[in-house]
């Protein structure tokens, strides 16, 4: 058998699969237990209506237009789509394979110059399965290798279509602290220099055809930058201690037009008066407790919690892969913040702001404020549907739709598992019966 030409059906399959067109629903969902999403608590007896893609009406009281689908929600909860803050969804399939592997830059001689969406694949099983986990909408961004720099990242859908890209070029990713150190030369020292060296030769770099011949910058890494001192493209400056974030915020002191975002902050709790007066919000682990180097050596469960008690806009993401570290897992993280709150001393989210960690807050921090992770008339119509509480690890999704279009929730996964839970034994092969 000719391997390379059945990959070629298989990949032609997967093609097709992934660029069927699916059309936009108007429905209502009814009767359910609401959540908005955007820090208010759960409400009952509540409906959603979605029409030309959009949300148009969410509440109690509302009354489902004459001719509209209904889907009856009784014992069910609603909530809108989640959104996964700094994932790298779509950039690998097996991430231990190289070759299938385009979560950084690797050796590339350039950095802050690249796309994430020259990489994104949509028919990816990590797109899928995370879909299936109730998140229609993330933020990918591309890890930093062989400089400080990762590169431009993006805001996506997770629809089951070919066209997943909502804004390319959303966010430029810089990496200091101990992970920055090490890349620059071996101290923080070093990424501090080449990290103002950079902004410094982009901001030269503005409105003129020329650069003058003492740079370190390659043309298209200093132009990428250039939106980044100009205030137009939000600069993620991944830091975990409390020292480093400060030496963040001070930046603005050279930079005055750095639109910051943290990633990270494990000790972000220790200088959240400051992040708050800064007003520059947070991407963090949500459980971050047990030091593992000397950049968190204060970490604690409490830091979210903290940094919102404070008045920090702090989103949970960071998930990238791995069995326990997977963007549809931040439910079962946001609860727990929630659950945080029963420990005596500790500091955890009502049931609200722990949803909005998960849906308005990073939707906001992307620059859809409004627009995506609430159900308000005129955000998209992206509504999943649960059998229960979201943010109780047994509850999952019934239905999800993105922009108003019912999305599949099947992948490799749920097809195993529905294929081996009544297996007919008597029809293994040979092989498996010794």
């Given at each position: 058998?000719n391997?390379?030409?059945?990959?070629?059906?298989?990949?032609?399959a997967?093609?097709?699969?992934?660029?069927?067109?699916?059309?936009?629903?108007?429905?209502?969902?009814t009767?359910?237990?609401?959540?908005?999403?955007?820090?208010?608590?759960?409400?009952?007896?509540?409906?959603?209506?979605?029409?030309?893609?959009?949300?148009v009406?969410?509440?109690?009281?509302?009354?489902?237009?004459?001719?509209?689908?209904?889907?009856?929600?009784?014992?069910?909860?609603?909530?809108?789509?989640?959104?996964?803050?700094?994932?790298?969804?779509?950039?690998?399939?097996?991430?231990?394979?190289?070759?299938?592997?385009?979560s950084?830059?690797?050796r590339s001689?350039?950095?802050?110059?690249?796309?994430?969406?020259?990489?994104?694949n949509?028919?990816?099983?990590?797109?899928?399965?995370?879909?299936?986990?109730?998140i229609?909408?993330?933020?990918?961004?591309?890890?930093?290798?062989?400089?400080?720099?990762?590169?431009?990242?993006?805001?996506?859908d997770?629809?089951?279509?070919?066209?997943?890209?909502?804004r390319?070029?959303?966010?430029?990713?810089?990496?200091?602290g101990?992970?920055?150190?090490?890349?620059?030369?071996?101290?923080?020292?070093?990424?501090?220099?080449?990290?103002?060296?950079?902004?410094?030769?982009?901001?030269?770099?503005?409105?003129?055809?020329d650069?003058?011949?003492?740079?370190?910058?390659?043309?298209?890494?200093?132009?990428?930058l250039?939106?980044?001192?100009k205030?137009?493209?939000?600069?993620?400056?991944?830091?975990?201690?409390?020292?480093d974030?400060?030496?963040?915020?001070?930046?603005?002191?050279?930079?005055?037009?750095?639109?910051l975002?943290?990633?990270?902050a494990?000790?972000?709790?220790?200088?959240?008066?400051?992040?708050?007066?800064?007003?520059?919000?947070?991407?963090?682990?949500a459980?971050?407790?047990?030091?593992?180097?000397?950049?968190?050596?204060?970490?604690?469960?409490?830091?979210?919690?903290?940094?919102?008690?404070?008045?920090?806009?702090?989103?949970?993401?960071?998930?990238?892969?791995?069995?326990?570290?997977?963007?549809?897992?931040?439910?079962?993280?946001?609860?727990?913040?929630?659950?945080?709150?029963?420990?005596p001393?500790?500091?955890?989210?009502?049931?609200?702001?722990?949803?909005?960690?998960?849906?308005?807050?990073?939707?906001?921090?992307?620059?859809?404020?409004?627009?995506?992770?609430?159900?308000?008339?005129?955000?998209?119509?992206?509504?999943?549907l649960?059998?229960?509480?979201?943010?109780?690890?047994?509850?999952?999704?019934?239905?999800?739709?993105?922009?108003?279009?019912?999305?599949?929730?099947?992948?490799?996964?749920?097809?195993?598992r529905?294929?081996?839970?009544?297996l007919d034994?008597?029809?293994?092969?040979?092989?498996?019966?010794?």
């Open positions: 058998m391997l390379r030409r059945v990959t070629g059906f298989a990949m032609a997967a093609a097709a699969a992934v660029s069927a067109p699916l059309a936009a629903q108007n429905v209502a969902i009767n359910a237990t609401l959540a908005v999403g955007d820090g208010s608590e759960p409400v009952e007896n509540a409906t959603v209506v979605v029409q030309n893609g959009k949300i009406a969410a509440g109690p009281g509302v009354a489902a237009p004459a001719g509209m689908a209904v889907i009856d929600g009784t014992g069910k909860w609603v909530t809108p789509g989640l959104f996964a803050a700094m994932t790298q969804l779509g950039l690998y399939d097996v991430d231990g394979v190289r070759e299938s592997n385009d950084s830059g690797g001689p350039f950095s802050a110059a690249l796309d994430v969406t020259t990489a994104l949509p028919a990816s099983q990590h797109v899928s399965v995370t879909r299936g986990g109730g229609t909408r993330a933020s990918v961004f591309v890890g930093p290798s062989s400089a400080i720099f990762g590169g431009q990242g993006a805001v996506v997770l629809g089951a279509d070919p066209n997943m890209v909502m390319p070029r959303a966010f430029q990713v810089v990496t200091l101990e992970s920055g150190g090490r890349i620059a030369g071996g101290t923080r020292l070093a990424a501090q220099a080449a990290f103002r060296n950079a902004l410094q030769e982009a901001q030269n770099a503005v409105g003129k055809a650069r003058p011949g003492d740079v370190l910058l390659n043309r298209p890494d200093a132009l990428a250039v939106p980044v001192v205030g137009e493209q939000p600069l993620y400056v991944a830091v975990e201690r409390a020292a974030i400060r030496s963040v915020l001070a930046l603005r002191n050279e930079f005055p037009k750095l639109d975002v943290i990633v990270g494990s000790e972000g709790w220790m200088v959240a008066n400051e992040l708050a007066a800064a007003k520059v919000p947070v991407i963090a682990h459980l971050d407790d047990l030091p593992t180097s000397f950049e968190d050596l204060a970490a604690t469960q409490s830091n979210v919690g903290r940094m919102v008690k404070a008045g920090v806009k702090v989103a949970v993401g960071g998930l990238t892969g791995g069995t326990g570290d997977q963007a549809r897992n931040s439910k079962q993280f946001a609860g727990n913040l929630v659950a945080l709150n029963k420990l001393g500790a500091t955890g989210l009502t049931w609200g702001q722990a949803l909005a960690t998960i849906s308005s807050v990073p939707a906001e921090i992307a620059g859809f404020g409004g627009k995506a992770g609430v159900l308000k008339p005129g955000a998209v119509g992206d509504v999943v649960w059998d229960g509480d979201p943010l109780e690890l047994s509850s999952a999704p019934v239905k999800v739709f993105i922009d108003g279009v019912e999305q599949p929730t099947d992948n490799h996964q749920t097809k195993l529905e294929r081996y839970r009544d034994t008597s029809q293994l092969p040979k092989a498996y019966k010794w």
